[in-house]
């Protein structure tokens, strides 16, 4: 196994060697890692013996020379650790057991004067529970790391590109007759980051790129990191970039797309970044515009981004729906995380999408300050649009967030309604069914213009199924199967207009009769429903009063 990792180490520096295309970042370690330079625990024992494992023993005895021995100004006997001499490729593994930020390491020869062993010359790697990977020098090319001269003496390195590690490795390049050595780490905890903001110059805002589960996002998100990495991955302090989310970004005459990045880092290199990335960005002719680029400090002691929410779907599949008659209000909430007197700026923002193939268009522009958007009815055209509320500390650098969600318009339901009597009485004159008073909200002035009507009628013992193809007024042919309206079953009526007049003396009287009235406009439907009792004109009936005994006529007897 420890051959393998010698020729990995070979392979690395053979192939991954490039050089740094901008001038270095001016910080120096120290000041670097000023608040990252805590012992990680080889000395006083946080790490322990079973975290620490090595290639071989002297002797094969590792009760006495192994791995837990190779801890920084141990003094008892043995003082250190000691490998089986002679033998190429020999190493010794710490497993942190938790992600840490590995920004020194220290390291002895054996304790023994007597004895005159140490190593002269390593290779410094850590992994993140994957391969192992070296750490660097500032032109990104496998650094290598300079040991001890002596026994006793502290030789403390500093990594010239720190790196965020759940283990760590030391590999035997040069020794003084036998790999041997005493260590310590030095580092901290991870956690550090800000939030970047860069326009991507060259294309234009889709639906899909704001659907993590889509194709376009992924293949874009893969791009945008590693071409940042590619950028900062030389910078000291740096430690890794991921990508938050995509975004709208109104431009002068379309809507980009702008992503944003979070940057991990050693707190103290964050200026170091932001002007190494700058210097790229304008100079590398790469995907981001070079005149694009915004901060967000979320960590910041003093003055934190704004915490901002708007009660709308985050999904563009479950927008949050309204119509435009519709007056609606979209709630905004934005709670101040700044310890200082400034006040917020608030800005509103709409973007339609095509449905089509789902690239954001620019619609006006709000000009709305306030904590909710009020939209009123009818200004909005129908479509899905993109809503956001940003918020921004006045005179404080990178105290900006928004807050995102859809909104689909559609056009309001259609009004249906039918005057009319309900009771008729058979003798006394047609009655009228009027549905004049169905109307669009979407234009309500135009009543009920534009509108196509439909008039059903059955008995209310019957349903609508099965209905007739053709108009049920007259036979048109067929004989009366003394059902529906007239006789000639259940279905339409020989009318597309608003107002119908009804001959009840030719519907069946001592009964009640349902009307349906269907209302279609712009591939939007509504009913209205009318029931209608219709009466005899006149009711009589014949009954005997006196004599009412059965009578037997003498001349029609049976014999």
């Given at each position: 196994?420890?051959f393998l990792?010698w020729?990995?180490i070979?392979?690395?520096?053979?192939t991954?060697?490039?050089?740094?295309q901008?001038?270095?970042?001016?910080?120096?370690?120290e000041?670097l890692?000023?608040?990252c330079?805590?012992?990680?625990?080889?000395?006083?024992?946080?790490?322990?013996?079973?975290?620490i494992?090595?290639?071989s023993?002297?002797?094969?005895?590792?009760a006495?020379?192994?791995?837990?021995?190779a801890?920084l100004?141990l003094?008892s006997w043995p003082?250190g650790h000691?490998?089986?001499?002679?033998?190429?490729g020999?190493?010794?593994?710490?497993?942190l057991e938790?992600?840490?930020?590995?920004?020194a390491i220290a390291t002895?020869?054996?304790?023994d004067?007597?004895?005159e062993e140490w190593i002269k010359?390593?290779v410094?790697?850590?992994?993140n529970?994957g391969?192992?990977?070296?750490?660097?020098d500032?032109?990104?090319?496998l650094?290598?790391?300079?040991?001890?001269?002596d026994?006793?003496?502290?030789?403390?390195?500093e990594?010239?590109l720190p790196?965020?590690?759940?283990?760590?490795?030391i590999?035997?390049?040069?020794s003084?007759?036998?790999f041997?050595?005493?260590?310590e780490?030095?580092g901290?905890?991870?956690g550090y980051?800000f939030?970047v903001?860069?326009?991507?110059s060259?294309?234009s805002c889709k639906?899909t790129?704001l659907d993590?589960?889509?194709?376009?996002?992924?293949?874009m998100?893969?791009d945008?990191?590693y071409?940042?990495?590619?950028?900062?991955?030389?910078?000291?302090g740096?430690?890794?970039?991921?990508?938050?989310?995509?975004s709208?970004e109104?431009?002068e005459?379309?809507?980009?797309l702008?992503?944003e990045l979070?940057?991990?880092?050693?707190?103290a290199?964050?200026?170091d970044?932001?002007?190494?990335l700058?210097?790229?960005?304008?100079n590398?002719?790469g995907l981001?515009d070079p005149?694009?680029?915004?901060?967000?400090?979320?960590l910041?002691?003093?003055c934190?981004?704004p915490?901002?929410h708007i009660h709308?779907?985050?999904?563009h599949?479950?927008?949050?729906?309204?119509?435009?008659?519709?007056l609606?209000?979209?709630?905004g909430?934005v709670r101040s995380?700044?310890n200082?007197?400034t006040?917020?700026?608030?800005?509103?923002e709409?973007?339609e999408?095509?449905?089509?193939?789902?690239?954001?268009?620019?619609?006006?522009?709000l000009e709305?300050?306030?904590?909710?958007?009020?939209?009123?009815?009818?200004l909005?055209?129908?479509?899905?649009?993109f809503?956001?509320l940003i918020?921004e500390m006045?005179?404080?650098?990178g105290?900006v967030?928004?807050d995102?969600g859809?909104l689909r318009?559609v056009?309001?339901?259609?009004?249906?309604?039918?005057?009319?009597?309900?009771k008729?009485v058979k003798?006394?004159g047609n009655?009228?069914l009027?549905?004049?008073?169905c109307?669009?909200p979407?234009n309500?002035?135009a009543?009920?213009?534009?509108?196509?009507?439909t008039?059903?009628?059955?008995?209310?013992?019957?349903?609508?199924s099965?209905m007739?193809?053709?108009?049920?007024?007259?036979?048109?042919?067929?004989?009366?199967v003394l059902?529906?309206?007239f006789?000639y079953?259940?279905?339409?009526?020989n009318?597309?207009?608003?107002?119908?007049e009804?001959?009840i003396?030719?519907?069946?009287?001592?009964?009640t009769?349902?009307f349906?009235?269907?209302?279609?406009k712009?591939?939007?439907?509504?009913?209205?429903f009318?029931?209608?009792t219709v009466?005899?004109s006149?009711d009589?009936s014949i009954?005997c009063?006196i004599?009412?005994?059965?009578k037997v006529?003498a001349?029609?007897k049976?014999l």
């Open positions: 196994m420890r990792f020729a990995v070979l392979s690395l520096a053979i991954d060697r490039r050089e740094s901008f001038a270095r970042a001016s910080t120096s370690s000041k890692t000023a608040n330079r805590k012992s990680l625990g080889m000395t006083s024992g946080d790490i322990r013996d079973e975290q494992t090595v290639s023993a002297y002797g094969n005895d590792f006495t020379y192994g791995s837990h021995r801890r100004n003094t003082p000691r490998a089986y001499p002679n033998e190429g020999r190493w010794i593994k710490i497993d938790k992600e840490m930020i590995i920004t002895q020869g054996y304790g004067v007597g004895i010359k390593y410094f790697m850590y992994s529970g391969d192992y990977s070296y750490f660097k500032l032109n990104g090319e650094k290598t790391f300079t040991g001890n001269r026994a006793n003496s502290i030789q403390r390195n990594v010239p790196a965020v590690a759940t283990s760590v490795m590999m035997e390049m040069v003084h007759n036998n041997a050595l005493r260590m780490l030095y901290c905890a991870p980051y939030v903001w860069l326009l991507l060259e294309f639906i790129y993590s589960e889509s194709l376009e996002y992924q293949v998100a893969d945008v990191t071409e940042t990495t590619y950028a900062l991955g030389n910078t000291p740096f430690l890794s970039a991921s990508l938050e989310r995509f709208a109104r431009q005459t379309e809507t980009k702008s992503a979070k940057i991990s880092c050693i707190e290199s964050v200026h970044i932001t002007a190494e700058t210097n790229y960005i304008k590398s002719g981001f005149n694009y680029i915004k901060l967000q400090y979320s910041d002691y003093r934190q981004p915490d901002v709308l779907n985050k999904s599949t479950y927008a949050t729906r309204i119509t435009r008659a519709d609606f209000v979209v709630i909430e995380r700044c200082t007197s006040s917020i700026l608030l800005r509103w709409s973007n999408i095509e449905e089509l193939n789902g690239l954001f268009m620019m619609s006006d522009h709305i300050t306030s904590q909710n958007l009020t939209i009123k009815p009818r909005w055209k129908v479509g899905l649009y809503i956001r918020a006045r005179k404080e650098e105290a967030n928004y995102y859809f318009v056009l309001p339901d259609l009004v249906a309604k039918v005057r009319g009597a309900k008729a003798g006394t009655i009228v009027d549905g004049t008073d109307y669009d979407d309500p002035s009543k009920d213009q534009g509108m196509v009507f008039w059903l009628c059955r008995r209310e013992s019957e349903e609508f099965n007739e193809t053709l108009p049920i007024e007259s036979s048109l042919g067929r004989p009366k059902g529906g309206c006789g079953g259940v279905g339409k009526m009318t597309t207009e608003s107002i119908i009804i001959d003396n030719r519907m069946p009287s001592k009964s009769f349902v349906k009235l269907i209302v279609e712009e591939n939007r439907t509504a009913v209205a009318h029931n209608l009466e005899s006149i009589f009954r009063k004599n009412c005994g059965d006529t001349n029609k049976w």
